[in-house]
């Protein structure tokens, strides 16, 4: 009796671990089914691409640690392809995303199955398309929260609030992509910036939809705001409220109260707002910070209302906080600037001190001139075109990664230069116009492992100065400086911060400025350099680095997985 009751609870104990086991699996693994879907905005309804029928998609859920299995299914009419933006992916570039250099894409019908590797990374990040135009609709939020057994390095908020900021065009955005690149000028402005999808309440037809956010008072909630607009840097903030900054791009930061937030395309906060003000209705609110006043832009204002629970007679209006300027650069950096890691314990900063690579790049806007039978709607007559130190990158016709892994000859150079191959002052008023043509070219950088780089990022002058939101897959990078003007390799580095500087994968270089990057190529693989500006990337401010396996197993670049799609 006993050895059959032995092993009766030995039989169930098995079927219950193993059905635990794939339980535990299962919430690791997810499908994002990539379809058109009809959504109604400004007074019209029109199809758009997204993610299981949503706009914003899906949110992702990880803890620090975790590698989820996301099968993308593309049912659209469009070749797609998913970015993991700020996971590093260690060994891991063949899920990272962007076409063309990583993978060739999803075409209609098609579906891969993606192993997305969370390592160091907490907080929020996100996930967009990295093909065409396509992330205008299909991005959505990853919420990365600590490991168990551990909390965030702050008090613990009594809820969580995604707020993802994004742009909206009338008409078809691949229309709008299609326009201004066979024009060969700048795309049209969006009609609109969103609040989780929806424009708010200063847009005609959009009262009923605008996004609330619930409030009890005296309660803290976490934010956790991303940038998915395409072509804008915005000013956010909520009337009455001060935020604190914990966390950006996946790493948690010093603390930072402020009354307003800078962020760039690409990049991920996370505040603690505290519901402290008398009840009401208070608007959240953003708008696009623009520093070029030659440029056109998208100036209209995107809102959400915060809202007390209660009993009270709430406003006629809610109260509308106060931004700062569209061309305000000293408020826009003033707030970037003042981001610290949070160099703790259990969170420390690693800057490299001993460099072994050192690059210098140029971020410019470029112009071709006119060929015969083309539209030139550029600047004299010109088309448009962008840079990284004077090469307007070139997509090949099958993916890098792939050259790369199979070992393909004349897919691509390794040519990147280290340094500016034209040297002028970058910053001046008036350049000469033989300073505006760039070379064409799919040239890369090949990093030795565990080398220790730094970068500068220089914008220029050409044609139209401007921020420049620079993003690095599959690492993030200590920013230990920046600065307006020319950078001076004497005078500049004795102001670098080596001991807490932000730890970011976006960061923005200052109009007719530099910052300057640090970090340490230990991540094998392929990966791509760009503007988050998605005009400039479809112009080709571009490049990609690879980095060389190392030594021992666990520094190598992983293999294939036997499913990518064919170019």
Not at 248 to 265: E, F
């Amino acid at each position: 009796m006993a050895a059959f009751v032995k092993s009766f609870f030995v039989f169930w104990a098995s079927w219950f671990l193993l059905f635990s086991g794939f339980h535990c699996l299962a919430k690791k693994r997810t499908h994002f089914v990539v379809k058109e879907a009809p959504y109604t905005r400004l007074c019209s309804t029109k199809e758009i691409l997204t993610v299981n029928g949503k706009f914003p998609g899906p949110i992702l859920r990880a803890r620090r640690g975790d590698t989820v299995y996301v099968t993308v299914r593309n049912k659209g009419r469009h070749n797609i392809t998913i970015h993991w933006h700020g996971v590093k992916q260690p060994g891991n570039p063949w899920s990272d995303g962007p076409e063309y250099v990583t993978q060739c894409p999803i075409q209609p019908g098609g579906k891969l199955k993606q192993k997305v590797i969370f390592s160091t990374e907490e907080g929020t990040l996100w996930w967009h398309a990295h093909s065409d135009w396509s992330r205008a609709t299909v991005h959505g939020a990853i919420l990365v929260r600590p490991k168990k057994g551990t909390t965030f390095p702050f008090p613990k908020p009594d809820a969580e609030v995604q707020i993802i900021l994004g742009e909206w065009w009338r008409k078809d955005v691949m229309e709008v992509l299609k326009l201004f690149t066979t024009t060969g000028g700048a795309p049209n402005n969006s009609d609109a910036y969103t609040i989780n999808g929806q424009p708010g309440d200063l847009y005609p037809c959009s009262k009923a939809e605008t996004f609330k956010l619930m409030v009890d008072h005296g309660k803290s909630y976490l934010l956790r705001i991303v940038n998915a607009a395409m072509n804008s840097i915005l000013f956010f903030a909520i009337a009455n409220h001060n935020i604190t900054v914990v966390g950006i791009d996946g790493d948690y930061t010093k603390p930072l109260s402020t009354d307003y937030i800078t962020i760039g395309p690409g990049q991920s906060m996370d505040a603690l707002l505290h519901a402290n003000q008398t009840p009401g209705h208070y608007y959240m609110a953003a708008r696009a910070y623009s520093s070029n006043a030659n440029s056109t832009f998208d100036n209209t204002t995107t809102t959400a209302i915060v809202q007390y629970n209660g009993n009270y007679t709430p406003p006629s209006s809610p109260l509308l906080p106060s931004l700062p300027a569209y061309n305000d650069i000293n408020s826009a950096f003033n707030f970037s600037g003042s981001i610290r890691s949070l160099n703790s314990k259990d969170h420390p900063s690693s800057v490299p001190v001993n460099i072994t690579t050192q690059i210098v790049s140029t971020v410019s806007i470029n112009s071709f001139p006119c060929q015969e039978n083309h539209t030139c709607e550029g600047p004299n007559g010109t088309r448009l075109a962008a840079s990284m130190n004077n090469i307007t990158f070139t997509n090949p016709s099958i993916d890098i990664l792939e050259a790369y892994y199979k070992h393909i000859k004349g897919v691509y150079g390794e040519n990147f230069p280290s340094f500016p191959p034209l040297v002028y002052n970058f910053t001046a008023q008036d350049l000469p116009l033989e300073y505006q043509l760039s070379k064409r070219g799919t040239e890369v950088r090949v990093l030795p492992y565990n080398s220790t780089v730094e970068m500068v990022l220089q914008g220029t002058n050409l044609v139209a100065g401007i921020d420049h939101p620079m993003h690095l897959h599959g690492y993030s990078f200590y920013v230990v400086g920046w600065g307006f003007g020319n950078f001076d390799n004497k005078t500049d580095p004795l102001s670098y911060n080596l001991i807490d500087p932000s730890f970011l994968n976006t960061v923005i270089v200052p109009i007719n400025g530099w910052v300057t990057l640090r970090f340490t190529a230990s991540n094998p693989g392929v990966w791509f350099m760009h503007c988050h500006f998605e005009r400039h990337l479809t112009w080709g401010m571009e490049t990609v680095f690879i980095v060389l396996d190392g030594n021992d197993s666990t520094s190598k670049l992983l293999p294939p997985p036997p499913n990518m799609p064919p170019c």
